[in-house]
Nanobody, 123 residues
Framework: QVQLVESGGGLVQTGGSLTLSCAASGRTLSRVDMGWFRQAPGKERELVASISRSGIGTYYADSVKGRFTISRDNAKNTVQLQMNNLKPEDTAIYYC????????????????WGQGTQVTVSS
C-alpha cells in the first residue's frame, strides 16, 4: 500500500507559477513510479507528467511541455510538480499517483491515488 497526500494547490493568475507536492508513505519511494494527473470539469482525467522510480525517465503531456517540471526526492519520499506560465486551461483538480508495477513512463495506469488538490488559473 502507498498513501499519497497532495498539497500546494490554489488560485493563481495567468502566467503565474505553483508548485504541487506529494508526500508518500507506506512504501519506499524508490520502488514506485510517480505521476501527476489532472481532471477538469466535464473532462477525462489525463496524465500530465510522470517520473520513473530511478528519476531518470520522465514524461510530459504535450500541453505542459516546457512549462511543467516533475521531480522527486526519494530520501524525503516526496514528488513535486513545478508549474510555470500557467494558463486558464490548466485549471483542474490535480492528483498524485503511484504504481509498483513496472511500465513505460508514459503508461497512464496507476495503482494508488491521492485525494487531489485544486488548481485554478484566472484569466
Amino acid at each position: 500500500q502507498v498513501q499519497l497526500v497532495e498539497s500546494g494547490g490554489g488560485l493563481v493568475q495567468t502566467g503565474g507559477s505553483l508548485t504541487l507536492s506529494c508526500a508518500a508513505s507506506g512504501r519506499t519511494l524508490s520502488r514506485v513510479d510517480m505521476g501527476w494527473f489532472r481532471q477538469a470539469p466535464g473532462k477525462e482525467r489525463e496524465l500530465v507528467a510522470s517520473i520513473s522510480r530511478s528519476g531518470i525517465g520522465t514524461y510530459y503531456a504535450d500541453s505542459v511541455k516546457g512549462r511543467f517540471t516533475i521531480s522527486r526526492d526519494n530520501a524525503k519520499n516526496t514528488v513535486q510538480l513545478q508549474m510555470n506560465n500557467l494558463k486558464p486551461e490548466d485549471t483542474a483538480i490535480y492528483y498524485c499517483a503511484a504504481r509498483v508495477s513496472l511500465r513505460l513512463v508514459s503508461d497512464p495506469r496507476y495503482e494508488y491515488w491521492g485525494q487531489g488538490t485544486q488548481v485554478t488559473v484566472s484569466s
